[in-house]
Structures are given as structure tokens and as C-alpha cells.
């Protein structure tokens, strides 16, 4: 059995995030996905407008997800010796070194690949920042 770890803070759910986590899911047998606590999305700059249970409670219930869990606060590492993914994908617009994350694995024992998942080819809303961006512009408009 193959296990593929999707992570990703998923506030505000878009065609984008579909696509990653149904790309995800073709490369394996099980799809765990790992929703960002807020604090960690809020070190990383992100306020999300749900909380991270409710953000586990929507992604738990996409058709290709397996298994939704909250990340630990702090170490990333941490969830993944726990769940030992086979591999770890990533967005295409996720900031993270896929060969450092290779090397972390492997000093924890594992011989997990990580994959860059292609951008969704969407005309409109590639990013939860997009959607943001154009609900302040609806919301302006209005006042």
C-alpha cells in the first residue's frame, strides 16, 4: 500500500486545492492529508478565516481524501514519522525544498519521495490568496 501525505492550511476551499488533493490521491492508495494548526499557519503568515477544526471537518470530507489530521504545532517532522508517507506531495506554489524534505525523511528512516503537484489550469482562482484578494475588492465596491 502506498501512502500519500497532502499538507496544506486549506481555508478558503477552491478548484485549486481539489485538483492537488485529487493529483495527490492518483499516486497512491490512501491520501492523508495534514491541515495546518492556526498557529502554524499564522507563523507562516497566513490568517485563516476558519478555524483549523473546522478546516479538518470540510477537508475530511472530500471525496479523495482518506484521512484528514491536524498537524503538530511546531515540528512538521513530527507528523510524518508518525504516518511514515510514502510520499509527500506538494503544491505548486507551496514554498518548500523537496530535496531537504528527502533528506529530513531519510534521517528519520523513511524512503519517502516528495512530488510537486502541477498548478490547476483554471482560468480563475489558482490560489486562496486570489479568492481573498477578490472578495476585498467586492467588499470596497460596496461601501
Do not use: W
Request: net charge negative.
Amino acid at each position: 500500500m502506498t501512502r500519500v501525505m497532502a499538507t496544506g492550511v486549506f481555508d478558503i476551499l477552491h478548484m485549486g486545492h481539489i485538483h492537488y488533493l485529487n493529483e495527490s490521491k492518483k499516486l497512491g492508495d490512501e491520501l492523508l492529508v495534514v491541515v495546518a494548526r492556526d498557529t502554524t499557519a499564522q507563523r507562516n503568515g497566513k490568517a485563516p478565516l476558519f478555524d483549523e477544526e473546522s478546516r479538518l471537518a470540510i477537508v475530511s470530507q472530500i471525496k479523495s481524501v482518506d484521512r484528514a489530521i491536524l498537524g503538530h504545532e511546531g515540528d512538521i517532522f513530527r507528523t510524518v514519522s508518525e504516518n511514515e508517507p510514502d510520499i509527500i506531495t506538494l503544491g505548486y506554489d507551496q514554498h518548500f525544498d523537496a530535496a531537504r524534505i528527502e533528506e529530513k525523511c531519510r534521517e528519520l528512516g523513511l524512503n519517502t519521495k516528495v512530488i510537486r503537484i502541477t498548478k490547476f489550469d483554471g482560468k480563475r482562482f489558482q490560489s486562496s490568496s486570489e479568492v481573498r484578494q477578490k472578495l476585498y475588492e467586492l467588499i470596497e465596491g460596496q461601501i
